[in-house]
């Protein structure tokens, strides 16, 4: 089946920096995503982003399809940033399949 | 703004034991999806579900669990025989159409199973 991995898998920041995550997927896929999961443990919704380059104030993404990547992007980086963000990709097998990755866990520090 | 439910947020039962988990996806959305997140691994799929009947379904999701849209609401998750490794979040999602549109997740039921 598809492999989704995420890089890199732990990630430690100081307030106000900025950083770059990255998605790899081995196949073709019909839809890409990133979450970020809060230490509560709500997933969040931040992109949804087959393909191209999205913004949403100190996050945006890009996902390269005929490359297999997508990059999350945040800046200026915040205490409330922390948590793990997921990328999924979605394929159609007959029916529609999310394959999740292990997932970056992000920890912003004061 | 529309958003996925779930209940209850957290359900505890004995090994063996049968438990429902409940979700009321988005309203006009009409592809749903179950996934389980054992505690610190990635999100899971389990299965998806379209026009009352399993779409697709991952190796995890065996004879023991099923899943049900028993009104036009509701949207369930049974597993028969609960096991200890059955502990884990799971999660509702929702989808308005076919074709890989965003998926809106739920706030999860937290199951533990002794």
């Known amino acids: 089946g598809i492999q989704v991995e995420q890089s890199p898998p732990d990630l430690i920041l100081q307030e106000g920096a900025n950083s770059t995550l990255r998605c790899n997927f081995s196949?073709?896929?019909?839809?890409l995503q990133w979450f970020h999961q809060n230490p509560w443990g709500q997933l969040i919704n931040l992109f949804y982003?087959?393909?191209g380059t999205k913004q949403n104030g100190r996050l945006s993404a890009t996902t390269v399809a005929t490359e297999r990547y997508s990059l999350l992007y945040i800046s200026s980086s915040q205490t409330t940033d922390s948590g793990v963000y997921f990328c999924a990709v979605e394929r159609q097998t007959g029916g529609f399949k999310t394959i999740f990755g292990a997932g970056t866990r992000l920890f912003v520090k004061a | 703004e529309p958003e996925v439910t779930q209940t209850p947020s957290h359900q505890v039962t004995q090994m063996g034991q049968e438990v429902i988990l409940r979700c009321v996806p988005i309203s006009n959305h009409l592809y749903f999806y179950w996934y389980r997140q054992i505690l610190g691994q990635k999100v899971e799929f389990l299965v998806s579900f379209y026009n009352n009947e399993i779409s697709e379904k991952s190796e995890i999701f065996d004879d023991q669990f099923s899943v049900e849209r028993p009104d036009g609401s509701n949207f369930t998750l049974k597993i028969r025989s609960t096991k200890l490794e059955d502990s884990a979040m799971y999660f509702c999602a929702s989808t308005r159409g076919l074709a890989g549109e965003t998926q809106y997740f739920g706030p999860g039921t937290r199951l533990l199973v002794l």
């Open positions: 196949d073709s896929v019909n839809n």
């Open positions: 982003i087959p393909s």
